[in-house]
């Protein structure tokens, strides 16, 4: 694990968004695809209004990039509070790629627990061909956030999807911040299968689990690639998207 601190929310954005490049760069080397998990949450904003101008819109291979989630709240995908709603507003509506590379967690599926075993099947089928570590997806790139509990994904301290060591996607039905609706979770063995993993942390609150990360949910994440990009400045108060999606857009 290494941690870099960064005075403001911009650098830290743009070292991310040069980290991404780079992840891009290493999968293409080793075959024609890049899978990149995204998070959700107030943090990675900027980072993808980053990626989706230049010269990053430009220069990264989006054509052969496959998006996926770290989690997702159990919302429909056109609520502000969906994490898929925010990445489509700010990255994915504005990057040259085709419905099929964009994999959601289907937050609007009842009851959660049907939409994470749903997905989970998909994402065996995607993977079938590809890379499996341990029975488990390798993903290229995992971008993951921080709670002020230690949380990442929606793996919360002290919940049984924290311990899941066989599935591939969970539902969390108690999730310990706002907004207080049931996630679906990617699990702990597929983020520790990852080839890399970057936490993106901004503000004071989450400054004691940077200082000590092995005593939190967050810590616990092992990818072959460890990266904390940390900043004490604050995230900006918007949360969410507007929830303005075209009509038909609202890929699997």
């Known amino acids: 694990m290494v941690i870099r601190h960064y005075p403001n ?8 968004a040069d980290l ?11 075959r024609d695809l890049f899978v990149l998990a995204l998070s959700g949450g107030t943090t990675p904003r900027l980072l993808y209004q980053t990626l ?7 220069s990264l291979p989006w054509d052969k990039t496959y998006f996926f989630w770290s989690d997702e709240r159990c919302v429909p995908p056109n ?20 419905g099929e590379q964009i994999h959601r967690l289907p937050g609007e599926v009842r009851p959660p627990e049907r939409g994470a075993a749903e997905f989970e099947r998909e994402m065996r089928d995607l993977f079938v061909s590809r890379d499996l570590r341990g029975g488990f997806p390798v993903f290229d790139l995992i971008l993951l956030g921080v709670g002020p509990d230690g949380h990442t994904a929606s793996l919360f301290p002290g919940r049984p999807a924290l311990e899941e060591r066989e599935r591939w ?6 999730p310990g911040c706002p907004p207080f609706v049931p996630r679906l979770t990617l699990t702990l063995s597929v983020l520790n299968a990852a080839r890399q993993a970057i936490f993106l942390v901004a503000g004071q609150d989450k ?43 609202l890929a699997r």
Do not use: F, M
């Not at 991404?20 to 080793?30: K, N, P, Q, S, Y």
């Not at 609520?79 to 085709?98: G, Q, R």
């Open 52 to 58: 989706a101008a230049p010269p990053y819109r430009e």
């Open 9 to 16: 929310l911009a650098g830290l954005s743009l070292a991310a």
């Open 207 to 249: 400054q004691a689990v940077v200082a000590h990360p092995e005593n939190y949910p967050a810590g616990r994440v092992q990818a072959d690639k460890v990266l904390w990009l940390v900043t004490d400045q604050e995230n900006a108060p918007a949360a969410g998207c507007s929830g303005s999606l075209p009509s038909g857009g």
């Open 20 to 30: 991404v490049a780079a992840a891009a760069g290493e999968a293409l080397a080793r």
């Open 169 to 174: 996607v969970v539902a969390e039905p108690q």
């Open 79 to 98: 609520h502000p509070d969906s994490n898929y709603c925010l990445a489509w507003e700010t990255l994915l509506s504005h990057l040259p790629i085709a």
